[in-house]
């Protein structure tokens, strides 16, 4: 299996927070030896690797993984933008529930007005 | 679909499904309410209640309640979860590290847990509230809180109106709203996180105004990626 794992730079300059809170969780639980590569996707530069592979698999948000069956990235690419359905199918972790209301809102950012 | 009035919208989701509610923030999508009641007998109608609206909301909904002569179910947060988080950061931990993990909380969670009995849900999003509602369908697929067993639809019957439309709405059909709109507040939440604002500014402007913009962005924005 090769993931790729995606994090993105802001138009600014700055590390997308969400981007980064991912990243510690892979971290924090062990689970980032799994990654393959990690790659970014900086929005200051459209030629960026992160950035073209957005566009490949026409992925509009940010951190998102890559995820191919064997090494040869020869199988078709699973894309995953949630990270707790990534950790629960590819990882074999489950989130808690509280990981993942927070991430309901995080990628959904319009329900806090609800 | 993008020309339908929110009564079409309404009917049409009221028609579909058995299994519906309709959302009330206790603000201005008592809209939603209005045209549901004179559509149907048995509206089925719920609130978030977090425990952090202001009275005037308290108020609101059983103004509501008792205008409508409907039930109004409250959802209520998970006492432990709450306890637990209240207990470790505090009873206003939003102002220093944003809204998101008490909104999660006090919102999402009841929410989901809502939403997992029920087959649709109305809410009162709008294209105008928000940027990141620029592009609310009238209706939809919840990808949110659908799961591999279970769909949610999710409608959006006041997406193409605007907040003035809303409001001749409201004021050509007598409808009840709350208070705190005469007092500037535009879009009303939570009291620590909601405040009045003047008449020219976005209503996004009445909500956690202490966060950075880029905090809530998790867009990339693909307009910047070119051929090679």
Same mark, same amino acid.
């Given at each position: 299996m090769h993931i790729t794992f995606v994090k993105k730079i802001l138009a600014n300059g700055q590390p997308c927070q969400k981007c980064a809170d991912v990243a510690k969780r892979l971290l924090d639980s062990g689970q980032m030896s799994q990654i393959?590569?990690?790659?970014?996707?900086?929005?200051? =530069? @459209? %030629?960026?690797?992160?950035?073209?592979?957005?566009?490949?698999? %026409?992925?509009?948000?940010? @951190?998102?993984?890559?995820?191919?069956? =064997? %090494?040869?990235? =020869?199988?078709?690419?699973? $894309?995953?933008?949630?990270?707790?359905?990534?950790?629960?199918?590819?990882?074999?972790?489950?989130?808690?529930?509280?990981?993942?209301?927070?991430? $309901?809102?995080?990628? %959904?950012?319009?329900?806090?007005?609800? | 679909m993008s020309t339908n009035q929110p009564q &079409?919208?309404?009917?049409? +989701?009221?028609?579909?499904? &058995?299994?519906? !509610?309709?959302?009330?923030?206790? !603000?201005?999508?008592?809209?939603?309410?209005?045209? +549901?009641?004179?559509? +149907?007998?048995?509206?089925?109608?719920?609130?978030?209640?977090?425990?952090?609206?202001?009275?005037?909301?308290y108020q609101y909904i059983e103004k509501v309640r008792d205008y409508y002569g409907i039930e109004i179910e409250l959802l209520s947060?998970?006492?432990?979860?709450?306890?637990?988080?209240?207990?470790?950061?505090?009873?206003?931990?939003?102002? !220093? &590290?944003g809204h998101q993990e008490c909104c999660a909380v006090r919102k999402i969670a009841p929410l989901r847990q809502h939403l997992a009995d029920l087959d649709a849900w109305i809410t009162g999003q709008r294209k105008d509230q928000s940027p990141t509602r620029s592009d609310v369908p009238q209706q939809q697929k919840d990808t949110a809180f659908s799961t591999t067993a279970h769909t949610v639809t999710k409608y959006n019957p006041l997406a193409n109106w605007s907040a003035a439309q809303v409001w001749q709405y409201i004021r050509e059909n007598d409808v009840p709203y709350n208070k705190l709109h005469d007092q500037g507040y535009n879009s009303i939440g939570c009291e620590p996180c909601t405040r009045a604002i003047s008449p020219h500014q976005h209503e996004r402007a009445g909500r956690w105004w202490w966060e950075e913009s880029t905090k809530k962005e998790c867009g990339l924005h693909m307009i910047n990626v070119v051929e090679t």
């Open positions: 393959s590569e990690t790659v970014i996707a900086d929005e200051r =530069d @459209p %030629n960026s690797v992160g950035m073209q592979l957005a566009k490949q698999h %026409n992925v509009s948000r940010a @951190p998102f993984f890559i995820v191919y069956e =064997d %090494n040869k990235k =020869d199988s078709a690419a699973k $894309i995953y933008t949630v990270y707790f359905k990534f950790a629960k199918e590819i990882l074999g972790r489950e989130s808690s529930k509280s990981e993942q209301n927070k991430e $309901i809102l995080n990628d %959904n950012p319009d329900l806090d007005f609800i | &079409d919208i309404v009917k049409l +989701a009221l028609d579909s499904h &058995d299994n519906i !509610a309709i959302s009330f923030s206790g !603000a201005e999508d008592v809209v939603l309410i209005d045209i +549901a009641c004179n559509l +149907a007998e048995d509206v089925r109608v719920f609130s978030l209640d977090t425990g952090r609206l202001h009275p005037e909301t947060p998970n006492s432990q979860d709450l306890n637990q988080f209240v207990k470790q950061k505090g009873l206003y931990s939003f102002y !220093a &590290d």
